[in-house]
């Protein structure tokens, strides 16, 4: 990349008049500047700050296949019958948390 470089945020002090969304952008000088603006919810472009894309919260239960994985590292004994439930249970309490 080429620095410096401008990297936007919405909202902020300019206002796009065709759609009444604001946006402002700030100059990072060099790799880690960037990082940590981009981290901290800025954008490279104007259009992404504008529109930003939103990551939906993963909610969802661990799959059969990662509660396998999880189990394997930690060494734990498991077969086809032990259930998705029990084999969650039995993680929890390898690591040291119990599971509601």
Do not use: C
């Not at 259009?47 to 919260?57: G, M, Q, S, V």
């Not at 799959?63 to 039995?90: P, Y």
Request: hydrophobic residues 35%; negative net charge; charged residues 30%.
């Amino acid at each position: 990349m080429i620095f410096p470089m401008h990297v936007f945020k919405s909202p902020g002090e300019y206002i796009e008049h065709k759609n009444a969304k604001s946006w402002g952008l700030k100059s990072v000088y060099d790799e880690a500047e960037l990082d940590q603006a981009l981290a901290n919810g800025w954008f490279l472009t104007k259009a992404e700050a504008l529109n930003p894309h939103k990551i939906p919260a993963d909610n969802a239960p661990p799959t059969r296949q990662e509660l396998e994985e999880k189990a394997n590292s930690l060494k734990i004994k498991f077969d086809g019958r032990t259930s998705d439930k029990r084999l969650l249970q039995m993680i929890s309490e390898e690591l040291g948390h119990g599971v509601d």
